[in-house]
């Protein structure tokens, strides 16, 4: 049966060490116990996932435009994986462009959300998706 994170174990892959550090920030803001691990790149992103000993996380935020491995690369990997296909995934990237939005869908992204350039609303979404992810949603057990 699935369950409510008591402390949600995220992965969020964002080659921009200031959107990464913003969502951290926002993360904390939210008052939900929550341990948010970042890497950088796609490769990084899969090595995690594959790391023996490392709990899979709760939850993979992935941005799409990636150095080494894009995130639709990385996408198709881990839905392609049984023992990582039920990870959801949460794709959050600027891009708005309807193929990018299809791709990720058709990959079994989980959702996708759009960046939004400015601070307040990079804040809001990364607390909906804490909110909705840490609050509503029952998760696979780990």
Not at 68 to 88: F, H, S, T
């Amino acid at each position: 049966m699935g369950h409510l994170a008591e402390v949600l174990d995220i992965l969020l892959v964002e080659d921009s060490p200031g959107d990464a550090r913003l969502a951290a920030e926002a993360w904390k803001e939210t008052g939900l116990p929550g341990h948010l691990h970042v890497v950088a790149d796609g490769v990084q992103a899969i090595h995690y996932l594959r790391q023996s000993g490392t709990p899979l996380p709760d939850l993979l935020l992935l941005d799409l435009n990636l150095p080494l491995k894009d995130g639709w690369e990385v996408l198709a990997e881990i839905k392609d994986d049984p023992a990582l296909k039920r990870i959801p995934v949460v794709v959050l990237t600027t891009s708005q462009a309807e193929n990018d939005i299809l791709q990720s869908y058709d990959l079994h992204a989980n959702c996708f959300i759009a960046k939004p350039v400015d601070l307040d609303g990079f804040i809001s979404v990364i607390r909906s998706i804490a909110d909705f992810w840490g609050r509503v949603v029952l998760l696979p057990p780990r």
